[in-house]
């Protein structure tokens, strides 16, 4: 299983919008609702912050949100805030039974 | 509060094993599903294997498949990793991973701080 493709870096200042895409195939991300999204600060855990989608766990900002259109699964958050600053990982459920993440993006609010 | 706490990662050599375990707490640990997700140094998030909250169901990734084994005993509230045959490349942070549902290992809601992992003669 082939991981999911995530642009390497991303950059917004504050208050601006950015949106990181998660591109797969129809056997993962085009095939299922299944796409999560995780923050993961530098040595920290990542975090829940979008799943199945578009669904914001409680908790989560409302400036976070995702959309799917086919193969490709987007976050876009708005407002960008300093400690938005982190990496971000999409993930999806695959026609395998298993999990495949993307590479990462790493966002910097400049 | 709910939370994981992954223990038992150390040296191993390579062929050698190493059983890791998470405890978890804080919620109704047989009503979830559990993961196991890994990190190598500076690199991105690997899943690796998943079971169901009665523990009949689980998946491997194919890197690890054949290798490694996931359980749970639900009376002890506690998730394991048994890894054998390790290879350099298992060499990681392993963390263990709350799912949102019984039987969904997809999306995970709660992690520990992770174990690390290293496998060198």
């Known amino acids: 299983q082939s991981a999911l493709t995530q642009p390497p870096s991303v950059s917004g200042s504050p208050g601006q919008s950015v949106t990181i895409s998660c591109t797969g195939t129809?056997?993962?991300?085009?095939?299922?609702?299944?796409v999560s999204w995780y923050q993961q600060s530098p040595g920290t855990a990542p975090k829940l912050m979008i799943n199945?989608?578009?669904n914001r766990p409680s908790g989560v900002p409302d400036r976070f949100s995702g959309s799917k259109s086919g193969n490709t699964a987007s976050l876009t958050i708005s407002g960008l805030q300093a400690e938005d600053e982190a990496d971000y990982y999409c993930?999806?459920?695959?026609?395998?039974?298993?999990?495949?993440f993307g590479g990462g993006t790493k966002l910097t609010v400049l | 509060e709910v939370q994981v706490l992954e223990s038992g990662g150390g040296l191993a050599q390579p062929g050698g094993s190493l059983r890791l375990s998470c405890a978890a707490s804080?919620?109704?640990?047989?009503?979830?599903?559990m993961s196991w997700v890994r990190q190598a140094p500076g690199k991105g998030l690997e899943w690796i294997s998943g079971?169901?909250?009665?523990?009949?169901?689980?998946d491997y990734a194919d890197s690890v498949k054949g290798r490694f084994t996931i359980s749970r005993d639900n009376s002890k509230n506690t998730l394991y990793l048994q890894m054998n045959s390790l290879r350099a490349e298992d060499t990681a942070i392993y963390y263990c991973?709350?799912?949102?549902?019984?039987?969904?290992?997809?999306?995970?809601?709660?992690w520990g701080q992770g174990t690390t992992v290293t496998v060198s003669s």
């Open positions: 199945e989608v578009s």
């Open positions: 804080g919620f109704s640990f047989s009503g979830y599903a």
């Open positions: 079971i169901s909250g009665g523990g009949g169901g689980t």
């Open positions: 993930s999806s459920y695959t026609s395998s039974s298993t999990v495949v």
């Open positions: 991973a709350k799912c949102r549902t019984v039987t969904t290992k997809y999306d995970m809601d709660v």
């Open positions: 129809s056997s993962d991300v085009g095939g299922y609702n299944r």
